[in-house]
């Protein structure tokens, strides 16, 4: 039967039942309409589903809910602060790297993750850690150029 | 048809213009039986444009704003196109085959332009001046000499006007155009980076269950028996068998989930062609004859060559795979039902609906938020119908979202194909005679553009083993890959350079013009490849587009070659928006370069073998080679569309490049060395 937890999400703690056997993708779209957070395979591989566990991104398709019971989740739509877009959101629009945007949600919660553990990362770098997300539409060289804008951008932030 | 009342109940008062579908007799005052979209504007002064054309990527959303904005001389931001909803847009016959830019785009330049002439004329009477005086701009006609000027929406207030477009109104040329013709931003990106976009598969209905099908265990199964007393003992789930579909709904999606995996079903199969007998199946499996396209006497012109080359081409079913598999959300009310799906189709899909389940067209709404990419894929209805079932039985709404095994099993394939050219060139290299025939990949992008005196062309139907449809410019892939990969051994054979032997074979100045601009960006002939290395060169045209591409491979030991660079020219008459081309134009490249060298269906006994991502590659950031796009803007030539033609010279290009580097001739789809891992 269905198992009572508690997790905190884009800052709000909700308390939620999952399903046994429930991931946390299907908590996030199923039971909150936290639809920003997509699902791509269901396998790990496309990184559509990709959220932040106390900061760290994982694959939400393959993360059991009650594995997150009592964690911070962050999803797409928890990025904006007061109306303000995260400046890898920003950067994104910035450098149109989008077609479909399906991919996107994934990508920019993955850079956020990525920028924080390297605040200048180089192409190389970039393309690592983003390699285990797939867009089929093929906007990678955008999604790259977006990340190296963000990076500059925040790094000029701090130092303003 | 319109009916005035409604329309005008719907959209309150204002300005409204028809595109006919058929051109009407000037002094026709009557409105259009059929319309291909309508231009409203509202006394607020927004601006409602509706097509049945759908977005999904491609960014007709952004490139049809764009022109509405730049004939109506009117902010974008006013501008909200309505698309692919078949209770609000006109009919369409389906976003497909690059056709929204060249029949759209035209249309809506005219029917902005008709509306910004009304608004002129509205002005000039209500001020008594004459309209030559008048300018507009920024969504507002003004007499500058007065100093007074009047919002759109100020001028249709209270106004009821239907006006039909007048086809031989002003437009913009190309040249003068501001908002058209530059890099507009997506207009929807907002949404999509904070993920407030909804998809189809994120529309969620009150009350909402969610299905999920049962599977055959093969292609062509039958269902024999089928036992659903535990499914249907489980709370809250619902069973549906109709003939060889069996699918339960579900309060969750894992509780329909445990309800269908407790479907004890009984599957007759057949026997079903595998991977490894596919082209000799295709061609013992002809159906129907091929209707060639002949000119000259090719028999007397290949006797005749002083070098003649025959050889086969093949390529493999490929998925679309794109990234929102199938998905449907569907509710029935009083008789009517709704359904809410990616589709390239929407009316398409209402047909399919209303045959299934046997509905006027009243009955039937379709709609198609902007989806997650469909590249030719999304044309059926099939969630649709599922979800559709499963509603009806079910009496609430049911969403149906495929698995990506699913979307990779069940939907439709780029076909498979066998491609034969028999060619004779003369010694001073011009090519005399071309026989080319396709069994089964389908007849798009056949024709040549070089000027050959004696060919036969045919496109030869075969029996397919998996299902197969409409992909990114179609069978374009694998006759161009064939083509110009022997278009490239006749330069061989005849000791010419690859590109000089092109453009000494054709005199389409397009053409030319797309090659002279793709080498010279290269650096064709002007540079040599470093030893192990390769250049390769391939060129095409489709529906309206012409496209060259230039890429340099460097040899591995035991593995495919590395791409070490990309230079790709396009050509699709005046450019709309550019940044939106080059997107496309990259991510045309990057699909096509997964086609080229790793994407394949491999399939056994009726089951599809690398139904996943961790199976089935498709590019990866690493897969990224340096891509240079060089874009030529033809402000004189009508615009084309740009989704599928510069998808068709990356895979020859690289086969041509690894040909160079390593000498050895590749001529199968995806192009694999012998011994690469
Ligand atoms: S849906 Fe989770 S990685 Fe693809
Ligand atoms: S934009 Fe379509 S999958 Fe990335």
Avoid at chain 2, 15 to 43: M, N, V
Avoid at chain 2, 191 to 201: A, F, L
Avoid at chain 2, 607 to 629: H, Q
Wanted: proline fraction near 6%; aromatic fraction near 6%; charged fraction near 20%.
């Amino acid at each position: 039967m269905a198992m009572k937890l508690e997790l905190q999400v884009n800052g709000i703690w909700r308390s939620v039942a999952a399903e046994p056997g429930s991931m946390l993708l299907s908590v996030l779209r199923d039971q909150l309409d936290l639809t920003g957070t997509k699902y791509g395979c269901g396998e790990g591989q496309c990184g559509a589903c990709t959220v932040l566990v106390d900061g760290q991104p994982v694959r939400s398709c393959i993360t059991r809910a009650e594995a997150v019971a009592g964690k911070s989740v962050t999803t797409i739509e928890g990025l904006e602060r007061d109306g303000r877009l995260h400046p890898l959101q920003e950067a994104f629009l910035g450098a149109g790297a989008m077609q479909c945007g399906y991919c996107t949600a994934g990508m920019i919660v993955e850079g956020v993750a990525l920028l924080r553990s390297n605040s200048d990362p180089n192409e190389t770098q970039i393309k690592q850690g983003l390699e285990g997300h797939i867009c089929r539409c093929g906007t990678y060289p955008r999604i790259v150029a977006a990340v190296r804008m963000a990076s500059l951008a925040m790094r000029e932030a701090r130092h303003d | 048809m319109i009916d005035r009342r409604q329309f005008f109940q719907a959209l309150g008062g204002g300005l409204a213009i028809f595109i006919a579908r058929e051109e009407a007799p000037a002094q026709q005052q009557a409105l259009p039986q059929e319309i291909d979209a309508w231009l409203h504007i509202g006394k607020d002064g927004a601006i409602t444009v509706s097509t049945g054309k759908v977005e999904m990527g491609q960014g007709a959303r952004t490139e049809l704003t764009q022109v509405v904005a730049e004939e109506l001389r009117a902010p974008v931001a006013s501008i909200t196109m309505v698309m692919g909803d078949t209770d609000l847009t006109p009919f369409d016959g389906g976003t497909a085959g690059s056709q929204t830019t060249p029949r759209m785009v035209p249309q809506l330049r005219k029917a902005a332009a008709t509306a910004r002439e009304m608004l002129l004329d509205l002005a000039a009477e209500k001020w008594g001046v004459d309209r030559a005086a008048l300018v507009v701009s920024g969504g507002k006609v003004a007499d500058p000499k007065a100093g007074r000027s009047a919002g759109f929406g100020e001028l249709a207030e209270g106004r009821k006007l239907l006006k039909i477009i007048d086809a031989s109104v002003p437009l913009t040329p190309p040249e003068q155009w501001k908002v058209a013709g530059t890099p507009l931003a997506k207009v929807n990106a907002r949404n999509i980076v904070t993920g407030r976009h909804r998809y189809p598969s994120d529309i969620t209905r009150p009350g909402m269950l969610h299905g999920k099908v049962l599977r055959p265990a093969a292609f062509g199964a039958l269902l024999v028996s089928l036992d659903a007393s535990a499914a249907e003992a489980m709370e809250g789930v619902k069973v549906v068998r109709d003939g060889d579909f069996a699918a339960v709904a579900a309060p969750t999606p894992q509780a329909a989930e445990r309800a269908v995996a407790a479907l004890k079903a009984e599957w007759k199969t057949t026997p079903q062609p595998n991977r490894a007998e596919l082209f000799d199946y295709l061609k013992k499996n002809m159906q129907g004859r091929a209707n060639p396209n002949e000119r000259g006497s090719v028999e007397k012109a290949l006797a005749e060559a002083d070098t003649r080359l025959r050889e086969t081409y093949t390529v493999a079913y490929i998925a679309h795979a794109p990234l929102e598999p199938r998905a449907a959300v569907a509710e029935w009310n009083d008789g009517k039902l709704t359904v809410w799906t990616g589709t390239q189709r929407p009316f398409g899909v209402r047909n399919e609906l209303m045959a299934a389940f046997s509905l006027p067209q009243d009955r039937v709404r379709v709609l198609m938020p902007d989806t997650g990419s469909g590249y030719g894929g999304k044309h059926m209805g099939d969630a649709a119908i599922e979800a559709a079932r499963l509603a009806r039985a079910a009496g609430k709404p049911v969403k149906v979202v495929w698995t990506r095994q699913e979307e990779f099993s069940w939907a439709y394939f780029r076909p498979a194909g066998v491609i034969e050219v028999a060619s004779g060139v003369r010694k001073d290299g011009i090519i005399t005679a071309w026989e080319f025939t396709n069994y089964n990949s389908g007849g798009a992008g056949l024709q040549i553009a070089y000027d050959i005196p004696n060919y036969r062309i045919a496109f030869q139907p075969a029996r397919s083993p998996l299902r197969q449809g409409s992909y990114r410019a179609l069978a374009a892939t694998a006759n161009h890959f064939a083509r110009e990969t022997h278009i490239d051994e006749l330069a061989h054979a005849a000791g010419m350079d690859a590109l000089e032997f092109r453009l000494k074979n054709t005199q389409d100045p397009r053409f030319r013009a797309v090659l002279e601009a793709a080498a010279a960006r290269f650096g064709w002939g002007k540079t040599k490849p470093a030893p192990g290395h390769g250049f390769g060169i391939a060129a095409g045209w489709e529906k309206g587009g012409y496209v060259a591409t230039c890429v340099e491979v460097a040899a591995r030991p035991g593995a495919n070659p590395k791409i070490e660079r990309v230079v790709e020219a396009f050509e699709c008459g005046a450019i709309i928006n550019p940044d939106n081309l080059k997107n496309q134009i990259e991510g045309a490249i990057l699909m096509g370069l997964g086609g080229a060298l790793f994407e394949a269906i491999d399939f056994a006994d009726g089951r599809i073998l690398n139904a996943r991502f961790s199976r089935y590659r498709v590019p990866r950031f690493s897969d990224v080679p340096p891509i240079e796009t060089v874009m030529l803007d033809r402000k004189d030539l009508p615009s084309a569309g740009a989704g599928e033609c510069p998808i068709v010279g990356i895979a020859p290009a690289i086969g041509n490049a690894i040909f160079a580097a390593t000498g050895t001739r590749l001529r199968s789809l995806p192009l694999v060395l012998k011994g690469s891992a």
